[in-house]
C-alpha cells in the first residue's frame, strides 16, 4: 500500500520523499541458516520480501523524482551480507537513513542493547552507509531533512547538540526517527487497543514508544520498562521538540504499523508499516 501526504512547509521549490522503514534485509553469512525472507514467504505469500519492498520503493522514488528516506531496521541482523546488500541500495539510491535498533544487533543476540552494545558493531556498521546513520542532515529546497538514532529511547548529549544546531540554520525541519514520540491516544492503542491498528497483542506489553512517561508504564512487562524507559534528559528534549516551531512533521517506523498522531497543534507524527510506503509530497 502506498500512502500519500502532503506538508506545506514553505518550501522553495516543490519536492517529495518516498519513506520506508523496518526492511529487515536478513541475509546471514553461509554456514546452514536459510534465507529469513524466504521461511516468511512460504509461511504466507502475500508478505513482500525485503527485496521487493526496496524494489518498490526504487520504483515510486523514480515516478516521482523522488528522495528515499529510511527510518530504520534496514537490516535484521549485522553480518557481512546484510551489510553489503545495505551498501548498495544505498549507494545506487541515495537513500537518506537513520538507524534502527536492528542495525546494530547480532545474529540471535538478546543481550541488553545500549551505548556500550552498540559500540561493539557501529564502525562497521556505519561504513555501510554514506550518510552518519546516528544523526545527520540534508537540505532539499530550503527544508531539513534531520536523521536521529532515538532506537534506544535516549537522545544523547551530542544528539541534543546536533539538534540545536540544525535549529539554528531557521530551515523548517523534517525530523526522521526509528521509534515514535510518545502521544496519548496512540499509546493507548498501541497499548490497550491493539487490534484497531491490525496488531496482534504482545506477551510483553509495551509501545515501543521514546519518551512513556513513567506512570503511563505500570503495565509494561518489567523487562520492557528497563528497556524503553528515556532518562530525563530526553524527556526534556522531546518536550523541547514539540515547542519549537522549526520542527513540522515527524517520520518513524519501528512499531509495524501505520499510523498517524500530533505531537502539538503544529507538529504531525506519521508512522510507516514494514510492508508500505509513505509518499510525501513537500511545498
Given at each position: 500500500?502506498i500512502?500519500?501526504t502532503?506538508?506545506?512547509l514553505?518550501?522553495?521549490a516543490?519536492?517529495?520523499?518516498v519513506?520506508?522503514s ?6 546471514p553469512?553461509g554456514?546452514?541458516?536459510a534465507?529469513?525472507?524466504?521461511k516468511?514467504r512460504l509461511?504466507?505469500?502475500?508478505i ?6 526496496l ?9 516521482h ?6 527510518t ?5 541482523f549485522?553480518s557481512a551480507a ?11 539510491t541515495g537513500?537518506f ?5 536492528h ?6 543476540d ?5 551505548a556500550a552494545?552498540?559500540s561493539?558493531s557501529?564502525a ?8 552518519n546513520i546516528?544523526?545527520?542532515s ?11 538514532d532515538?532506537s534506544?529511547?535516549?537522545?544523547d548529549e551530542?544528539q541534543?547538540?546536533f ?8 530551515l ?5 526517527v ?20 491490525g ?13 512513556v ?6 503495565d ?5 520498562v ?11 528534549t522531546l518536550e ?13 517506523g ?8 500530533r505531537?502539538?497543534?503544529s507538529?504531525?507524527?506519521y ?6 510506503l509513505?509518499?510525501?509530497h513537500?511545498c
Amino acid at each position: 500500500m502506498i500512502l500519500e501526504t502532503k506538508l506545506q512547509l514553505g518550501a522553495a521549490a516543490p519536492f517529495s520523499l518516498v519513506h520506508l522503514s523496518d526492511t529487515h534485509l536478513a541475509h546471514p553469512d553461509g554456514g546452514d541458516l536459510a534465507e529469513i525472507p524466504e521461511k516468511v514467504r512460504l509461511s504466507d505469500p502475500t508478505i513482500p520480501t525485503p527485496a521487493e519492498r526496496l524494489a518498490r520503493a526504487v520504483q515510486l522514488s523514480r515516478e516521482h523524482s523522488a528522495q528515499i528516506v529510511h527510518t530504520g531496521d534496514l537490516t535484521d541482523f549485522v553480518s557481512a551480507a546484510n551489510l553489503e546488500h545495505a551498501k548498495r541500495f544505498v549507494s545506487e539510491t541515495g537513500c537518506f537513513v537513520a538507524a534502527g535498533n536492528h542495525e546494530f544487533r547480532g545474529y540471535q543476540d538478546h543481550s541488553f542493547e545500549d551505548a556500550a552494545y552498540r559500540s561493539r558493531s557501529e564502525a562497521m556498521v556505519q561504513k555501510a552507509f554514506a550518510n552518519n546513520i546516528r544523526m545527520d542532515s540534508k537540505v532539499i529546497n530550503g527544508v531539513n531533512l534531520v536523521a536521529l538514532d532515538d532506537s534506544y529511547y535516549q537522545i544523547d548529549e551530542a544528539q541534543r547538540a546536533f539538534l540545536k544546531e540544525q535549529v539554528r540554520k531557521g530551515l523548517p525541519i523534517i525530523l526522521l526517527v526509528h521509534a515514535p514520540i510518545y502521544e496519548p491516544e496512540l499509546f493507548d492503542t498501541l497499548m490497550y487497543h491493539r487490534d484497531r491498528l491490525g496488531l496482534k497483542v504482545l506477551a510483553e506489553a509495551c509501545t515501543y514508544m521514546i519518551g512513556v512517561p513513567e506512570e503511563k508504564m505500570v503495565d509494561y512487562a518489567p523487562n520492557r520498562v528497563l528497556q524503553q524507559r528515556s532518562d530525563a534528559a530526553t524527556m526534556e528534549t522531546l518536550e523541547w521538540i514539540r515547542r519549537e516551531p522549526l520542527f513540522r512533521a515527524v517520520l518513524a517506523g519501528h512499531i509495524h504499523c501505520n499510523c498517524e498522531c500530533r505531537l502539538s497543534a503544529s507538529l504531525p507524527q506519521y508512522v510507516i508499516s514494514k510492508n508500505d510506503l509513505r509518499l510525501v509530497h513537500v511545498c
